[in-house]
């Protein structure tokens, strides 16, 4: 593996929830994850040795997204800036235990860590919700009223895990 | 015919998944990638390979079977693909092309994707591809 230079660290890997493999051959290459709370985040494959495959982790949004997978931008774009100026890179074992968490800026990722300036979206994306031509609305709705509002958004047919509910 | 990761393959059955429609290959020709230098990493799936490359809650039966291509100019043209979202994808997929006919003693496949070429073989228990496959060009 490559050598990384940031801040060993811990990070929540259980609080996110798998919403789609955006770039998937011979398993995930590329996967779209949520918080509860709405917040956007990539698992991108980097590099794998005898032990561990390498991913980094980039907290992203999703117009973001949706733009990398509509072809609007490339995935170097994508990773190289994510919403909190850092990135997590970590090993994960065959149990999926995570190791070697390392927090970095982007400026510090071994350049072929970073996709190809031309890497534009070449998947089949399986979630509509990315592909479709769709408007996004910032709400704020009361934390109490998150089921009802989830209910009714539901009943419309749009998807609520979409939604951040703040 | 048992497949040769039949268990794994039933387990995800019993969660809900659903093999999709499965073909005979008939000697069909086909292309995949494999390492130059490691013969026992070829044509393992990859949740069977070491380390498995999964992430939580990624589990398909896609895991257990193995990606081939119809097309060799097509199969390295979706190397490339990968090579430029990911640099290192060679440490993970290979770094040659090999060529071999797929029979009906080998496995079963899904359908060929028209424009990409790519489907893939749920092997049978009997199946040793690198008896069959032989390099056909180098990648990198």
Redesign the interface.
């Known amino acids: 593996m490559k050598q990384i230079h940031g801040i060993e660290t811990m990070f929540d890997f259980n609080k996110l929830q798998k919403c789609s493999d955006l770039i998937w051959f011979d398993g995930p290459l590329l996967s779209h994850y949520m918080t509860e709370s709405g917040d956007h985040y990539l698992y991108y494959w980097v590099e794998s040795d005898e032990e561990y495959n390498r991913w980094m982790l980039v907290r992203t949004n999703i117009i973001a997204i949706k733009d990398y997978v509509q072809r609007r931008t490339t995935l170097r774009k994508l990773i190289s800036a994510p919403e909190d100026g850092i990135v997590w890179v970590a090993d994960v074992d065959d149990n999926l235990n995570f190791h070697h968490t390392t927090m970095l800026s982007i400026a510090a990722l071994p350049e072929d860590y970073l996709p190809e300036e031309n890497s534009y979206y070449d998947g089949e994306c399986e979630d509509e919700f990315l592909t479709a031509d769709t408007q996004s609305y910032s709400l704020f709705v009361p934390t109490k009223d998150k089921p009802l509002f989830s209910s009714i958004i539901e009943r419309m047919g749009w998807k609520v895990g979409r939604v951040a509910v703040l | 015919m048992t497949y040769k990761y039949q268990s794994y393959i039933d387990a995800l059955l019993l969660e809900g998944c659903a093999m999709p429609e499965l073909y005979m290959p008939d000697g069909k020709e086909s292309y995949r990638f494999i390492f130059l230098n490691d013969e026992t990493r070829n044509h393992l799936?990859?949740?069977i390979m070491?380390?498995?490359?999964?992430?939580?809650?990624?589990q398909?039966l896609?895991?257990y079977s193995?990606?081939c291509f119809a097309d060799g100019d097509k199969a390295e043209e979706?190397y490339r693909?990968?090579?430029?979202?990911?640099?290192?994808?060679s440490?993970?997929?290979g770094d040659g092309l090999a060529k071999g006919n797929l029979c009906n003693e080998d496995g079963a496949i899904t359908k060929e994707n028209e424009q990409t070429s790519h489907f893939e073989l749920f092997e049978y228990t009997t199946c040793n591809l690198n008896k069959t496959f032989t390099l056909e060009k180098k990648l990198i």
Do not use: E
């Not at chain 2, 070491?50 to 990624?58: A, F």
């Not at chain 2, 693909?81 to 994808?89: A, E």
């Open positions: 799936p990859v949740c070491n380390p498995k490359r999964q992430l939580p809650g990624s398909k896609a895991g193995l990606s979706k693909t990968l090579q430029r979202s990911f640099k290192l994808i440490t993970a997929i």
